[in-house]
């Protein structure tokens, strides 16, 4: 049966995003008008004034997501119902079949599989005939995929308030094991899992395979932006046979190397909560991806989920290891060695180690001279000594602000930052990209600023990175209190030798 053309055939009540635009010039090469609302009330409207053919209702539009099939089966008890659902709402579609729904489909839609059901919908329709119980069918294995993914959405449930607020862990073999056991499974050449970074927003790339060098070395991409950044934004997957059809999102420079249009893009998901995004392309045999890989990379969710859990749990207690174990070798310097100079030439060497910086200092407030300033009291970098001696007012640059304000403060962009004292600029052996600076307080008064330049590894210093710092700054409170101790027993013993020697004349 061909379509005829009219003024609109079906309306649907569904996410209106990029995607609804591809579907309505899909629909209207084959005769179809479509309509999208993503609220029941402008949909109500419009249908007092035009009644649609068909319409077609995505369940996972809202929480509360059967209320407006009940609603629209009242108002509209002639014309069929066709729902879209995804995993979570699989079972609750199913079963409005028998209450009056005329078909459901799983979503990210097969546009050519909807066009039938639409073709379907309106020759029932137009027969007065009764939809064919239970909907279109589908293989047990399908069922039981389905029926997993539901059941393995719930377990994910479980423990979503104990997953991690951010995932810091990259390159872990744990997730390297993971995406060649999905290009197995899936028979793929090309996977990449990129995660969110709730801080700045971007996504990043933490495990690959296949990926060509320009994206290795350019692992961000903001949120929003991309194929990726829509999933992630949306929560929504991306299933597609031709990924020229996304003329609304820019396509990335690479593209190159995909053999083929077809491309699975499906989000990682706790809850309502995306935390990353992973990408399938280039089936090695040259075909295209189906709804059942979807639905396997689907049923893969919750043991990727799981891995990244643990491996975040795993380098999180290696790191608290670490740490303790670099905290106390700076307890020992600090008890073992007399030497003040020494001692904190050892404390910024292990520290800066800790921190993974470039160059780390201890600047101290002067109050000596009637005008308090701050100097550096002690540097140290792999970029080699200070060009020159720096001593800055009270209140210059960045160290003058975190000792007013007394709060720690990191910087992300500092090659043009006005903030920085340009003092400093000229004084540091090489350029200053990013900072990270915590004060030191004793006694309840700032009395030095601990000053990380330019992380290593990693783009920028993190919250982190200020945890480290401040851990620093009691090793330095017990440094500085152990000399005041040294030099009070020096003049206590001075004061006991001079009294016996004036006892003994």
Known sequence: MAIEKSSIHVYFLDF?????????????DRGVDAL???????FLQMAAVTPPIVIIYNMDLRKDDQTWFFDLRKRFKEIPIILLCSSKTLSKARKLLDKGAFMNVRSPINMEELYHMIKRAIEFKNKGSKPIEGGQETSPIITIMENLVQNSNELLETF????????????DLLLQRLIEMISDV??????????????????????????????????RLKVGEGISGYVAQTGQPILTDNVQSFKHLKISD??????????????????HRVVGVINVNNKKDGSNFTPEDLLILELLNVQILLALRNAQLLYDQRNQIKTS??????????IQEENQEQVFASLLEKCRDMVECETLMLFMLDK???????????????????????VMEKDEGIEGMVMNVRTPVLISKAENDSRISQKLREALPGTIHNIAAYPVVMFDEVV????????????QFEREDLYLLKQITYKIFLAFMKANLSREKASLNARLQAFLNRSGS
């Open 16 to 28: 209106v995003n990029f995607n609804s635009d591809l579907n309505k010039e899909y629909l209207a």
């Open 36 to 42: 999208y609302f993503d609220d029941i009330e402008s």
């Open 160 to 171: 979503k308030d104990s997953f991690p607020d951010k995932i810091t862990v990259s390159n």
């Open 186 to 219: 899936l028979n793929v050449q090309i996977i990449s899992l990129l995660l969110v970074d709730p801080r700045t927003n971007n996504l990043i790339i933490t495990a690959q395979k296949g990926l060509p060098e320009v994206a290795k070395n350019n692992p």
């Open 254 to 271: 690479y593209g190159g190397q995909y053999k083929s249009g077809s491309f699975i893009s499906m989000p990682l998901k706790i809850g």
């Open 325 to 334: 174990k670099v905290l106390n070798e700076i307890d020992q310097i600090i």
């Open 368 to 390: 000596g001279s009637g005008e308090e300033s701050l100097y550096i009291r002690s540097f140290l970098s792999v970029k080699g000594p200070m060009k020159k001696n720096v």
């Open 448 to 459: 030095g600023i601990v000053e990380a330049v330019n992380k290593l590894k990693k783009p």
